[in-house]
C-alpha cells in the first residue's frame, strides 16, 4: 500500500510539473501561418459569408471583397500574422472640408468601440476598420456581426459629426460637438 501512495505522489508531482504546463502552453499558443494559410484564411471568410447571406469574391490583393447595404467592405488577409482579424471600408469624402473631416474621425473615435474612422493625409478618403487579435481564426464567426454593427455605429457618428460641423462653420458658430473637442 505504501508503494501504490508513493507512486500516486510521483504521478502528481510529474503532472503539475511537467505535463500542466506543457498543456497550458499548447492551449494558449497562437495559430501559425503553416496552419492557416492564405487560401485556408480565405475559404474560411468566403464560406461564413456565403452562410450569412452575402455574395464574396476574392479581389486583385487576395483579400475577400463584400457588400452590405450597398457599401464594399474587405477582410484584410494578412499571411504573416493569421491571428489579426480586420474589416475595412471605404468613401470617398468628396467636397468636405479636410479639417472638418479630420475633427468628425476624431470625435468617431472616441465615442465608438473597437471601430475607428481615419483620414487619407490628402483629406479625400475617409477608411473605418476593426482590428483584433484572435486565438483562432474562426473565431471571427462570433464577432463578424457586431463588427459589422461597430463599423455601421462609427460611420453614423462620423457622418453626423460632418453635418453639424458643416452647419456651424456656415452659420460661423460652434455645435456641441466642436466644444467637446476642444
Known amino acids: 500500500m505504501k508503494k501504490m501512495g508513493k507512486i500516486l505522489i510521483f ?11 506543457a498543456l497550458a502552453q499548447s492551449a494558449t499558443q497562437l495559430p501559425t501561418r503553416e496552419d ?13 459569408l456565403r452562410d450569412e447571406g452575402y455574395v464574396p ?19 484584410i488577409i494578412d499571411e504573416n500574422d493569421v491571428s489579426f482579424f480586420q474589416i475595412y471600408m ?12 479630420f475633427t ?11 471601430a475607428k474612422v481615419s483620414i487619407s493625409p490628402d ?12 486565438n483562432d481564426p474562426e473565431g471571427f464567426k462570433f464577432i463578424f456581426a457586431r463588427a459589422l454593427s461597430l ?16 452647419v456651424a462653420s456656415k452659420s460661423g458658430g460652434y455645435s456641441d460637438y466642436d466644444s467637446d473637442a476642444m
Open 11 to 21: 504521478a502528481v508531482i510529474f503532472g503539475v510539473f511537467l505535463v500542466f504546463p
Open 36 to 48: 492557416w494559410p492564405k487560401s485556408r484564411l480565405q475559404d474560411t471568410y468566403m464560406e461564413h
Open 57 to 75: 469574391v476574392i479581389d486583385d490583393d487576395g483579400d475577400v471583397r463584400f457588400k452590405v447595404s450597398g457599401d464594399t467592405y474587405f477582410i
Open 90 to 101: 471605404g468613401f470617398s469624402l468628396g467636397s468636405i472640408n479636410a479639417e472638418d473631416a
Open 104 to 114: 468628425a474621425a476624431n470625435i468617431s473615435n472616441r465615442r465608438s468601440k473597437v
Open 123 to 134: 483629406g479625400n478618403i475617409a477608411s473605418i476598420t476593426i482590428e483584433m487579435i484572435l
Open 151 to 166: 463599423i455601421r455605429n462609427a460611420e453614423g457618428i462620423f457622418r453626423t459629426q460632418l453635418k453639424d460641423l458643416s
